[in-house]
C-alpha cells in the first residue's frame, strides 16, 4: 500500500529565516506530486506540482520555490519567510496521469512565521 | 472563471440527527467531483468520487449526489456521530490538459452531544 509523509509535523520559525519541508512517498512509482497551502477557514490552495524529477510548476508567485531531486521525494522552500507564509502545508500524490486524477494527502505540516 | 462554492460555511447539529451539506461549482468541461473530509490539524481524506455519468455514491454513513446539468453536488451524512466533526470539502475537476482540480473552502461541521 501507498503512504505519504511529511516532516516537520509543526514548525515555529522567525521572520527571514529559511525553510526546508519534506515530503516522501511509498509504494508508487512516478507519482504526481503537489504542494498546497491552507490558510485558517479557507480552502487549499495549490503552490507547486511535479509530473516528474526535476519538473516543477508554479501555481501562485511568491518566495516559496519546490524541488524534486528523486522520483518520491518533494521539498518546499523558502530563503525567506514571511509573516503571510504561516499556514498548514499538505503535500500531496497522484496517479501518474491527467491533473484529475484523485489525489492522496499526506499528514501536513504546521507553520508559524512569527 | 473556474469556481467551486460550498454552503454552509459552517454547521452545528446534534448527534444522531442528519445534514446535507452542498456543493456548486462552475467548472468545465467536468470530469470528476469528490468529498473528502479533514479532521482538525490533519490531511483531507477521500470519502466519495463521481463522474459525470453516476447521480450518487455512498460510503457507509456518507451519500453524496451529483447533478451535473446544474452543476450540483451534496453530502448526506445519516445519523451522525461525534467523530463526524470535521471540515467537509468538496473538490471538482475539469477534463482538460493541464492542472484544472478546483478546491471548495469547505463546510465545517461540529457534532455535539
Known amino acids: 500500500s501507498q503512504t505519504i509523509h511529511q516532516w516537520p509535523a509543526t514548525l515555529v520559525q522567525p521572520v527571514g529565516s529559511p525553510l526546508s519541508l519534506e515530503c516522501t512517498v511509498e509504494g508508487t512509482s512516478n507519482p504526481n506530486l503537489y504542494w498546497y497551502r491552507q490558510a485558517a477557514g479557507r480552502g487549499l490552495q495549490l503552490l507547486f506540482y511535479s509530473v516528474g524529477i526535476g519538473q516543477i510548476s508554479s501555481e501562485v508567485p511568491q518566495n516559496l520555490s519546490a524541488s524534486r531531486p528523486q522520483d518520491r521525494q518533494f521539498i518546499l522552500s523558502s530563503k525567506k519567510l514571511l509573516l503571510s507564509d504561516s499556514g498548514f502545508y499538505l503535500c500531496?500524490?497522484?496517479?501518474?496521469?491527467?491533473?484529475?486524477?484523485?489525489?492522496?494527502f499526506g499528514p501536513g505540516t504546521r507553520l508559524t512565521v512569527l | 472563471k473556474n469556481q467551486v462554492e460550498q454552503s454552509p460555511q459552517s454547521l452545528i447539529i446534534l448527534e444522531g440527527k442528519n445534514c446535507t451539506l452542498q456543493?456548486?461549482?462552475?467548472?468545465?468541461?467536468?470530469?470528476?467531483l469528490r468529498w473528502y473530509k479533514q479532521d482538525t490539524g490533519r490531511g483531507p481524506v477521500s470519502l466519495t468520487i463521481?463522474?459525470?455519468?453516476?447521480n450518487t455514491k455512498s460510503n457507509g454513513r456518507y451519500t453524496a449526489t451529483l447533478d451535473a446539468d446544474t452543476k450540483q453536488s451534496s453530502l448526506h451524512i445519516t445519523a451522525s456521530q461525534l467523530s463526524d466533526s470535521a471540515s467537509y470539502i468538496c473538490v471538482v475537476s475539469g477534463n482538460t490538459g493541464g492542472f484544472k482540480t478546483i478546491f471548495g473552502a469547505g463546510t465545517r461541521l461540529f457534532v455535539k452531544a
Open positions: 463521481m463522474t459525470f455519468s453516476e
Open positions: 500531496a500524490w497522484s496517479v501518474r496521469g491527467p491533473s484529475y486524477n484523485e489525489q492522496f
Open positions: 456543493c456548486n461549482y462552475t467548472v468545465s468541461p467536468f470530469s470528476n
